[in-house]
């Protein structure tokens, strides 16, 4: 069954070559993601609960993508499929992943979860593999390896200072584990025909009900601090750019499948922790300057695998279940 846009389909939608815009695209995805993780520490220094932010600024950004869906005849049918990728989606991609995020910069500062991010490359990379979505590239496969060397150099590091939380370095990790299932679930089930604008709304709205339903649990609540003054301004710029985060997500993954959309975390710490450092005032170890080397690294050798294994991999736009 052709769960993606056909390639003839695919051009008609996109006039431009997937190999330029692709990468501009996950710049954009990466820059945005930066934001939107330095935005939540400013948001939990100001009294905000890790849920509470969370959940209005999804519901702002559910209303700005699901009104602009409609303004332009993109809306998606419901059904069986869709409702399923919808619930399935929002968990993994939104819901779940970006709790622990937000949760985790409180405990382990930006720095540290914007690197982490970095990791779901490798994981959605062995996924894909074996899905058969993607076949072996010696690039890409370098790519994900130096990644990873510099992701265990930070957590090894983090594990063995004096003021180390393993519970919350386990917590985060389950972030990345959780991103690359949902790469490789939007990717495999990604219903017949829909366009990126059709399906980025139901994913936000069937995260917001998750997110809604888990904060009914005794000792959790929605509220906005009263005393700070900006909090609602904060919560519409985070609505804003979860907008443009997540439909810049589909379009990235129909352009250029799921290991190169996994690729946005990578980008997204290296414009997120000089974020942290300038504006926030964030300490960095030395080990981190090596740990981000060895990702950055990774994403040249990632991207440079886009052109060299062209031959050999299948692109999303062209996937066939």
């Not at 869709?82 to 779940?96: D, K, N, P, Q, R």
């Not at 390896?145 to 200072?161: D, E, P, R, T």
Request: proline share 5%; aromatic share 10%.
């Amino acid at each position: 069954m052709n769960i993606l846009p056909t390639s003839e389909s695919h051009k008609q939608l996109l006039p431009y070559h997937p190999r330029y815009v692709a990468p501009l695209i996950l710049l954009l995805a990466g820059l945005s993601l930066a934001i939107s993780t330095n935005l939540a520490k400013v948001a939990l220094g100001i009294g905000f609960t890790s849920l509470s932010y969370l959940v209005w600024s999804l519901a702002g950004a559910s209303f700005l993508l699901t009104t602009m869906s409609y303004l332009r005849g993109q809306s998606i049918q419901l059904n069986r499929q869709t409702l399923e990728y919808f619930i399935v989606s929002g968990f993994l991609t939104t819901a779940a992943s970006n709790l622990i995020f937000f949760s985790a910069v409180r405990h382990m500062g930006v720095g540290f979860v914007a690197l982490m991010m970095a990791l779901p490359p490798l994981l959605t990379y062995v996924g894909a593999l074996l899905l058969r979505i993607e076949q072996f590239c010696w690039w890409r496969a370098m790519g994900v390896s130096l990644a990873l060397i510099g992701i265990v150099v930070l957590v090894m590091q983090k594990w063995i200072s004096p003021n180390a939380d393993p519970a919350w370095i386990l917590i985060t990790l389950t972030g990345p584990i959780l991103l690359a299932i949902g790469n490789l679930y939007r990717t495999h089930r990604w219903p017949l025909g829909a366009s990126a604008e059709s399906l980025a709304p139901g994913m936000l709205l069937s995260a917001l009900t998750i997110l809604i339903i888990f904060s009914l649990l005794p000792g959790k609540n929605l509220n906005i601090p009263n005393e700070a003054p900006h909090a609602m301004s904060l919560i519409g710029i985070q609505a804003i750019i979860f907008a443009a985060q997540f439909l810049l997500l589909f379009t990235l993954q129909k352009l250029g499948g799921p290991v190169l959309l996994s690729l946005m975390g990578g980008v997204s710490a290296i414009f997120g922790v000089p974020i942290a450092v300038i504006l926030l005032d964030e300490a960095i170890a030395p080990v981190f300057l090596v740990s981000a080397l060895f990702v950055v690294a990774g994403i040249i050798c990632m991207l440079h695998g886009s052109k060299a294994c062209q031959g050999h991999t299948t692109l999303a736009a062209e996937y066939r279940g």
